[in-house]
C-alpha cells in the first residue's frame, strides 16, 4: 500500500525550531525519474496553501513568501524520507501540515494525514 506518513510535528514556543519527516512507502523516490514533493499546510479556518516544493529535477525548490528564509524542504533518497525545516517558528505557522508527492511518469499523486503543528507561548 502507498503510504506518506508524516511525524515531528507538536508543541512549540515562538522563535523555536521543528522538523518534520515525510515517510513514504510502497515506492521507492530512487526508482521514478520525475517526481514533485512538497509540504501544504492549512490552519483553521483557513484554505489550504502550499508551503514548499522539491522538483527531482535539480532540486529546484519553491517556497511561499510567508516561510522564505525559514523554512527548508529536503529530501533523503536512501532514507525515502522528506523533510521540512522549520526555524524562527511563529504564531501563524500554527497548521497541520500535509505531505505530498506527485510521480509524473506514473501519473500518480499522494497525501500524508498530516501532523499538527502549534506555535504558542
Known amino acids: 500500500q502507498v503510504q506518506l506518513v508524516e511525524s515531528g510535528g507538536g508543541l512549540v514556543q515562538p522563535g523555536g525550531d521543528l522538523r518534520l519527516s515525510c515517510k513514504a512507502s510502497?515506492?521507492?523516490?530512487?526508482?521514478?525519474?520525475?517526481?514533485?514533493v512538497s509540504w501544504y499546510r492549512q490552519a483553521p479556518g483557513k484554505e489550504r496553501e502550499l508551503v514548499a516544493s522539491?522538483?527531482?529535477?535539480?532540486?529546484?525548490?519553491n517556497y511561499a513568501d510567508s516561510v522564505k528564509d525559514r523554512f527548508t524542504i529536503s529530501r533523503d533518497i536512501r532514507q525515502n524520507t522528506v523533510y521540512l525545516q522549520m526555524n524562527s517558528l511563529k504564531p501563524e505557522d500554527t497548521a497541520v501540515y500535509y505531505c505530498?508527492?506527485?510521480?509524473?511518469?506514473?501519473?500518480?499523486?499522494?497525501w500524508g494525514k498530516g501532523t499538527l503543528v502549534t506555535v504558542s507561548s
Open positions: 510502497g515506492f521507492m523516490f530512487s526508482r521514478i525519474p520525475r517526481y514533485l
Open positions: 505530498y508527492a506527485k510521480l509524473f511518469d506514473h501519473d500518480m499523486t499522494y
Open positions: 522539491m522538483h527531482s529535477t535539480r532540486g529546484t525548490t
